[in-house]
């Protein structure tokens, strides 16, 4: 399977702000060290950003997003726009490494993977918030302490790449959960997909590649305790939706680990740098403590959400001539 001829990547847009973020994104995929199909770039209902990037990129496909505002609505579709057998999905603020499609392939041999994600470092616009934990890394989109490579539950969404046929077999992103118009930075909807395919396709799996990275840009207005702790009473909430869609046990079975084992070692870790003289020991230690209440109280706010939409989003997928 060459990435030319499998490889579709979509990446889904929505601000001016990142236009230099986006510009990048573009440049790391023509520069993988195997080229690929395609490009898309879903334009998430702003026609001006559309125009200029329409404009402005050449040998990619700009779209806006024909489904519901948000970040699931604008996945669905580049999905059902794609033309590859392999989805890979990149945001608009991060950026891939030369050989990470050339890595990713190498799991679709067997037929037994669904999809692959891979290291997501962080790119600080600014200086490292003193307090600003491993564990806790996730809250910026990045692989955080705690995952182990191998088969996983979910995917990481700043980089994935999907086997089309998952989607033509269970549907799409839920627009009900993840980014949308909202003030609160909402979840989970890679997760749900990823719950929903592991079932339809037992056997198979989702892999965390850690050899291959992706860098995720994390700015300024992430770096402050106040986004810290929305972020994780977001999580929370979005954990919440997602339970009610998914079987508990599936939506909450990685979680359990990192809560029992995870969080405690990182705040022994961090309690025990602060005695060796690191400062910044206390407040990572401390910003696990106040994360984990965070999200916990998001959860327990989230409780009454009630179904988020027990459905495969139904996605019409190009060449198909079919709703799916």
Same mark, same amino acid.
Request: hydrophobic fraction near 40%; proline fraction near 3%; include cysteine.
């Given at each position: 399977?060459?990435?030319?001829?499998?490889?579709?990547?979509?990446?889904?847009?929505?601000?001016?702000?990142?236009?230099?973020?986006?510009?990048?994104?573009?440049?790391?995929?023509?520069?993988?060290?195997?080229?690929?199909? /395609?490009?898309?770039?879903?334009?998430?209902?702003?026609?001006?950003?559309?125009?200029?990037?329409?404009?402005?990129?050449?040998?990619?496909?700009?779209?806006?997003?024909?489904?519901?505002?948000?970040?699931?609505?604008?996945?669905?579709?580049?999905?059902?726009?794609?033309? %590859?057998?392999?989805?890979?999905?990149?945001?608009?603020?991060?950026?891939?490494?030369?050989?990470?499609?050339?890595?990713?392939?190498?799991?679709?041999?067997?037929?037994?993977?669904?999809?692959?994600?891979?290291?997501?470092?962080?790119?600080?616009?600014?200086?490292?918030?003193?307090?600003?934990?491993?564990?806790?890394?996730?809250?910026?989109?990045?692989?955080?302490?705690?995952?182990?490579?191998?088969?996983?539950?979910?995917?990481?969404?700043?980089?994935?790449?999907?086997?089309?046929?998952?989607?033509?077999?269970?549907?799409?992103?839920?627009?009900?959960?993840?980014?949308?118009?909202?003030?609160?930075?909402?979840?989970?909807?890679?997760? /749900?997909?990823?719950?929903?395919?592991?079932?339809?396709?037992?056997?198979?799996?989702?892999?965390?590649?850690?050899?291959?990275?992706?860098?995720?840009?994390?700015?300024?207005?992430?770096?402050?305790?106040?986004?810290?702790?929305?972020?994780?009473?977001? /999580? =929370?909430?979005?954990?919440?939706?997602?339970?009610?869609?998914?079987?508990?046990?599936?939506?909450?079975?990685?979680?359990?680990?990192?809560?029992?084992?995870?969080?405690?070692?990182?705040?022994?870790?961090?309690?025990?740098?602060?005695?060796?003289?690191?400062?910044?020991?206390?407040?990572?230690?401390?910003?696990?403590?106040? =994360?984990?209440?965070?999200?916990?109280?998001?959860?327990?706010? %989230?409780?009454? !959400?009630?179904?988020?939409?027990? !459905?495969?989003?139904?996605?019409?997928?190009?060449?198909?001539?079919?709703?799916?």
């Amino acid at each position: 399977m060459s990435a030319r001829d499998s490889v579709s990547v979509i990446i889904c847009v929505h601000s001016e702000k990142r236009w230099d973020a986006i510009f990048e994104a573009v440049d790391s995929v023509r520069s993988q060290s195997c080229l690929v199909l /395609e490009t898309l770039i879903v334009v998430d209902h702003n026609a001006e950003l559309e125009r200029r990037l329409g404009e402005s990129l050449r040998g990619v496909t700009v779209v806006p997003n024909n489904q519901d505002q948000g970040l699931s609505g604008a996945r669905n579709t580049g999905v059902a726009l794609a033309k %590859g057998d392999l989805l890979l999905f990149l945001d608009d603020d991060a950026v891939l490494e030369p050989d990470w499609v050339r890595e990713a392939l190498k799991h679709f041999g067997s037929g037994k993977t669904l999809g692959v994600t891979s290291r997501i470092v962080p790119r600080w616009q600014g200086i490292r918030p003193f307090w600003f934990p491993d564990e806790f890394l996730w809250v910026v989109g990045c692989t955080y302490e705690g995952m182990r490579p191998g088969a996983v539950r979910n995917l990481i969404g700043a980089a994935m790449c999907v086997r089309r046929d998952v989607f033509s077999r269970v549907g799409g992103f839920n627009q009900r959960l993840g980014r949308g118009s909202g003030r609160l930075p909402m979840g989970c909807e890679e997760t /749900e997909l990823c719950i929903r395919a592991g079932a339809a396709f037992p056997g198979s799996a989702f892999i965390f590649d850690a050899k291959p990275c992706a860098f995720h840009l994390v700015g300024n207005e992430r770096l402050t305790v106040g986004y810290f702790i929305r972020r994780c009473f977001a /999580e =929370g909430k979005s954990k919440a939706a997602l339970a009610a869609v998914a079987q508990p046990s599936a939506a909450l079975s990685t979680e359990r680990r990192y809560v029992t084992s995870v969080l405690p070692r990182g705040v022994l870790r961090g309690i025990s740098s602060f005695f060796r003289g690191d400062v910044g020991g206390f407040g990572r230690a401390s910003a696990i403590v106040v =994360g984990f209440i965070a999200t916990l109280i998001g959860y327990v706010r %989230g409780m009454g !959400f009630g179904k988020a939409g027990r !459905f495969a989003h139904q996605l019409a997928l190009r060449g198909s001539g079919e709703t799916r």
